[in-house]
């Protein structure tokens, strides 16, 4: 195709067809694009179940069009279908730039994409940029635990590139917005794929996801057993804040694997991280970089979190930690 202009996102919604976050920050990332673009626009592709009632908020949060692909079939992700859907969008579209979320679906998605449009594909970036002499997308993302950073060009159309979760900042709702929405038909026949969805379980979780948590309070094998994360626990219940924690500490069985953060893990961007008795190692800050203020405690001085952290205590976090959680008590009551 010729005359490919503006980008596209891939909107990402869950089974009930509310949107997910990185829906938001995808849209922030590609409006950062189009605005270098000489204002170029930003459309978004919304397939699902019962999604037709989000192409508004898809608008508020940025996208210029939605190109609307609701019907059942979509309800669950399947390569086999999404895929061709997809595909449609992008006829109709016909962006210069598509993005996908580097999720369990988009890394899937955005591969599969990339090869049957016969493009380049950068997997798991950190950071999308439009090179001003070439007018094309440059894009960047973390290796070997962010050790190393690598950027790539692409020299066929479309570009596409799945983005890391928190990259971005995701974009902030603006009701007053105006856009169009274009209903399309992907002509998907589900009778024909060969693979097929069969159950989904929810992980059960207690209090405030950890992903949308403003502060994360986090452990590292330091702490020494599985009872000084109850201490975690009782700060985080204070601060309204989630419990993290390092691939050490959970092979260490101090807390569960599903509260790891890092390469491995979830990946997360608070206003306050807090760093006990952790060393930040390059694996570990990989999931936390993002986070707009680190706080670490640890007894080391030459500890690597002090130079990712904010604000630091060298100091033994039995003594800290307690006169920490004292203090926050006596503010509480004050």
């Known amino acids: 195709m010729a005359g490919e202009s503006g980008v596209l996102i891939i909107c990402e919604t869950d089974p009930s067809g509310e949107l997910r976050s990185i829906t938001g920050e995808l849209l922030a990332a590609a409006r950062t694009l189009a605005d270098s673009m000489s204002g170029e626009s930003v459309s978004a592709a919304l397939i699902g179940r019962g999604v037709a009632a989000k192409a508004q908020e898809v608008i508020a949060l940025g996208a210029d069009t939605v190109y609307v692909v609701d019907d059942p079939i979509f309800e669950h992700y399947l390569s086999e279908t999404f895929v061709p859907a997809a595909i449609a969008v992008r006829e109709q579209a016909n962006p210069k730039?598509?993005?996908?979320?580097?999720t369990p679906n988009g890394r899937e998605l955005g591969p599969?994409?990339?090869?049957?449009l016969d493009t380049g594909v950068s997997t798991d970036t950190t950071e999308v940029n439009i090179d001003p002499s070439s007018g094309g997308l440059v894009a960047a993302r973390s290796l070997a635990g962010g050790l190393?950073?690598?950027?790539?060009?692409?020299?066929?159309?479309?570009?596409?590139?799945?983005?890391h979760m928190k990259a971005y900042d995701a974009a902030e709702p603006d009701a007053a917005r105006t856009g169009q929405v274009v209903n399309v038909d992907a002509s998907v026949d589900a009778s024909q794929a060969q693979t097929r969805f069969v159950s989904h379980t929810e992980v059960a979780v207690e209090g405030i996801r950890m992903e949308d948590a403003r502060i994360v309070i986090t452990g590292g094998r330091g702490l020494g057993s599985s009872e000084a994360f109850d201490?975690?626990?009782?700060?985080?219940?204070?601060?309204?804040?989630?419990?993290?924690?390092t691939?050490?500490?959970?092979?260490?069985e101090y807390c569960g694997q599903d509260i790891m953060i890092g390469i491995t893990g979830r990946v997360v961007s608070p206003e306050v991280y807090l760093a006990i008795a952790l060393s930040g190692a390059s694996q570990h800050m990989a999931g936390c970089s993002g986070s707009k203020n680190i706080v670490a405690i640890n007894r080391d001085p030459e500890a690597n979190i002090f130079k990712e952290s904010r604000?630091?205590?060298v100091g033994d976090y039995q003594q800290v930690l307690p006169a920490f959680i004292e203090e926050l008590e006596n503010l509480g009551t004050a």
């Open 311 to 313: 604000f630091g205590v």
């Open 112 to 116: 599969s994409l990339g090869f049957r």
């Open 247 to 252: 691939r050490a500490a959970a092979d260490s």
């Open 148 to 163: 190393f950073r690598q950027v790539t060009a692409f020299n066929r159309l479309p570009h596409v590139a799945t983005v």
């Open 231 to 245: 201490d975690l626990t009782k700060l985080a219940d204070m601060t309204g804040g989630a419990v993290g924690a």
């Open 97 to 102: 730039v598509i993005l996908i979320g580097h």
